[in-house]
């Protein structure tokens, strides 16, 4: 099946710098490629101008901040490929990532948004996640009604189902697509992805300057993200979510999704 990515950046230069090259990095891999840059300002459109690779088809240089809704909305629209994917300049990539993927979704025809693991090796524990473990034909899953979103192939023809992107926000987009009959999840054996603005991660650019760090980051401003601990705190959220809820789209929508929340608050 033929793949068409888009690859977005906003400022953070020396994210680009590691996750373009890794995205790149197996001259084996097959899809096409848009780069969209949302009007960044320090040195990102010049680095990714002098980046030459056969598959880039496409470099759009806005003039303001279009947002991920933006760039996401212009793959979907304009790809003729068969599955699509969103890689944002802070996701750093395993090389042949969507081999696997996409071998699922040729196998697979109910497959909808399949993802990788962008939350952390040491954060995965399949005895908490078997329950959610899922087998279709040759390949498993790890099934979620959302996997965030980035680090994915989607198929195109689900995605022409469920129309453009309302929002910055994916989860509902991609539970409005499991409630549709598709699969959603993250693939299994997991292929693992590095999500680099995570504050822990080896590889996150603004140690020292963590406001400046939260600022930058559309998951913290949207959360209220603040300190370390706050990260830490929503992330183990978002890694519960995965392992140990359900896997059944109708538990995150409607009165049932009232109900979970709450249950949760009361902890009961």
Known sequence: MTIGLVFITYNRLDYTKLALPALLGDLTEEFSLTIWDNA????????????????????????????????????????????????????????????????????????????????????????????KIQKFGDHRVLRHPWTGGAGGLVKLKAVRECGMLQSNATPDYWKRMALKGYVNGFYYPLVYVEHMDDLWSEHY??????????????????????????????????????????????????????LRNVRKRLHI
Not at 66 to 81: E, P, T
Request: a neutral charge; charged letters at 25%; proline letters at 4%.
């Open 40 to 131: 960044s300002t320090d040195g990102t459109q010049e680095f990714l101008s002098s980046v030459d690779d056969p598959r880039i088809v496409e470099k759009v240089f806005n003039k303001e901040n279009m947002g991920l809704r933006g760039a996401i909305n212009h793959l979907f629209s304009n790809s003729a490929a068969d599955l699509v994917g969103i890689i944002p300049n802070d996701l750093l990539v395993t090389p042949g990532w969507t081999r696997p993927i996409a071998r699922a979704h040729a196998d697979v025809p109910e497959f909808g948004l399949i993802g990788c693991w962008h939350l952390g090796k040491e954060y995965f524990d399949e005895s908490r996640a078997k329950h």
């Open 205 to 258: 650019a603004f140690s020292g300057r963590l406001q400046e760090g939260v600022q930058m980051s559309v998951t913290y401003s949207n959360r209220r993200i603040r300190t370390l601990e706050d990260a830490k705190a929503w992330h183990q959220v978002v890694v519960n979510n995965a392992l140990d809820d359900p896997w059944e789209v109708k538990y995150y929508v409607g009165w049932r999704k009232k």
